[in-house]
């Protein structure tokens, strides 16, 4: 998750520094390069389309306003996904407090596939997929959200401690955690369909789900306008 500019491009810091300084066009930059990996954690954490919708835009809304406090302490993106999984822990909170058990929807399944897998993927592979999601489901959000960020989006352990504001070892700890309240949901899938290594591991940040353009331009459209502070 770094700042640096690549081939000549403006550096993220430089864009949010714009952005304050009153830039119309700066944010929209910043939203364009992160929002899918910033979808991506929200619709495997949340599970759900519409919630994940909510929080980037929520999340992006607070970046927005918040650009004046940001001090450099961390790269951009960094601070991004701290902002945006905490707008999703914040709703998954909220959603275990209104049901007794979290439970993915089938009719979100294919979304939170990678659109080659949603398409053609063998049974077997659509099965591992269900399954896992409903395990991850069940966990506490502070869990799934590491899991989600180390096993799935595939980012340091060091990285997704400075997104969660924890120390390195407590990222462990709940991945751990996490781990091993999900084996025992996942140990009765065959061993041929679970493939080599850990299930919930594979996902390469490079393969993410992009954020559908209706939603990522609704996103822009509300931080056009420049300024950080509101």
């Known amino acids: 998750m770094a700042n640096a500019s690549v081939g000549g491009e ?3 810091s430089d864009l949010l520094a714009r952005h304050v300084a009153g830039d119309p066009d700066a944010f929209a930059e910043i939203v364009r390069r992160h929002r899918d990996r910033l979808w991506a954690v929200a619709l495997r954490t949340l599970g759900d389309r519409e919630e994940a919708a909510d929080a980037v835009q929520d999340a992006l809304v607070s970046a927005f306003r918040s650009a004046h406090t940001f001090r450099g302490q961390s790269a951009v993106t960094t601070w991004l996904h701290r902002i945006t999984v ?8 909220k959603a275990a407090s209104r049901r007794t058990a979290s439970v993915v929807d089938e009719k979100h399944f294919e979304e939170l596939l990678e659109p080659h897998e949603s398409a053609a993927a063998p049974a077997e592979r659509g099965e591992l997929h269900r399954e896992l999601l409903r395990a991850l489901a069940t966990l506490p959000p502070e869990q799934r959200a590491a899991l989600v960020l180390v096993d799935m989006q595939g980012y340091p352990v060091a990285e997704v401690a400075a997104v969660l504001g924890v120390p390195t070892g407590t990222v462990k700890s709940r991945c751990a955690r996490g781990r091993a309240r999900l084996l025992p949901l996942l140990t009765h899938l065959r061993s041929d369909t679970m493939g080599s290594g850990d299930p919930t591991r594979g996902r390469n940040r490079s393969e993410e789900t992009s954020v559908p353009e209706t939603e990522a331009g609704n996103s822009q459209d509300a931080m056009k306008g420049g300024g950080g502070q509101q």
């Open 10 to 12: 403006v550096s993220d």
């Open 86 to 93: 905490n707008a999703c822990l914040d709703r998954a909170r």
